[in-house]
């Protein structure tokens, strides 16, 4: 039993996605993570940063679905 928990455990982790959303004010930081595996966890990717200024939940969503892609 121990054994199959881990194999899920090892595949949901391989397969998650993560991206950071982060506001101050009526600004809001999206960004996207490289996923390093279960044992290394995920990575900023900084260059792909989006910052939105009061943005529309519409518009946010879209970013966020973004960053995932």
Known sequence: MLEESSDAVLA???GVQSVGISAEG???RI????????RNGFEP???????LD?????HLG???LAALA
């Open 62 to 64: 879209h970013a966020v």
């Open 26 to 28: 009526r600004v809001v």
């Open 12 to 14: 949901y982790n391989v």
């Open 54 to 58: 009061t943005p529309q939940p519409l």
């Open 45 to 51: 990717i900084s260059d792909h940063e989006v910052t």
């Open 31 to 38: 960004e996207p993570t490289r996923n390093l595996g279960p």
